[in-house]
């Protein structure tokens, strides 16, 4: 199974969800943490409901044996920077989309095993060949990048 992390906002749902569409016209079966519905979600707390999605997320992380990061540079969300480190410490295949050309932070760059600056349209098109080119790596982003990769501290 595959982990599709990233920014869950209005924004970007549209792209997450042509990623997402691709991933499964290959075959694959994908969780996207945004698709998760919880059963009468209204009547708990903002905790209770917060622990069952942290919760079904941990399952599926765990239960993944890839994790694609779609980041959008340096400034990512918590949540996306949290799985990504989680699944690279789990020793997951953790590949990162990063889809502009700035900057990325190095625990981002470092704690991938594939890293690979793109474009959305680039990535719709060709993420099948991204993750099969990626499956001979092993964590080390520094090969799989087709560009020098500009990183920050933070």
């Known amino acids: 199974m595959i ?15 042509k990623i997402a569409g691709k991933l ?5 079966t ?16 903002q905790e209770d409901w917060a622990k069952m999605v942290f919760d079904s997320d941990i399952k599926a992380l765990d239960g993944s044996d890839t994790v694609i990061v779609i ?3 340096r400034i ?7 799985e990504q480190g989680y699944s690279y410490a789990k020793g997951k295949r953790v590949y990162v989309f990063q889809i502009t050309e ?3 932070s190095l625990m981002t760059f470092c704690g991938c095993t594939v890293f690979r600056n793109t474009t959305e349209n680039e990535l719709v098109d060709n993420i099948g060949e991204f993750i099969k ?4 790596v092993s964590c080390n982003p ?3 990048v087709p560009d020098k990769c500009r990183t920050t501290l933070t």
């Open 30 to 45: 994908v969780y996207c943490p945004f698709e998760l519905k919880i059963e009468n979600a209204w009547d708990y707390s």
């Open 71 to 73: 980041s959008p540079g």
């Open 142 to 144: 520094a090969a799989a």
């Open 76 to 82: 990512s969300s918590a949540g996306t920077n949290w």
């Open 133 to 136: 080119a990626g499956a001979d």
């Open 3 to 17: 982990y599709l992390a990233g920014s869950c906002s209005s924004e970007h749902r549209t792209f997450m969800r």
């Open 102 to 104: 700035e900057s990325t």
């Open 24 to 28: 499964r016209e290959l075959g694959e």
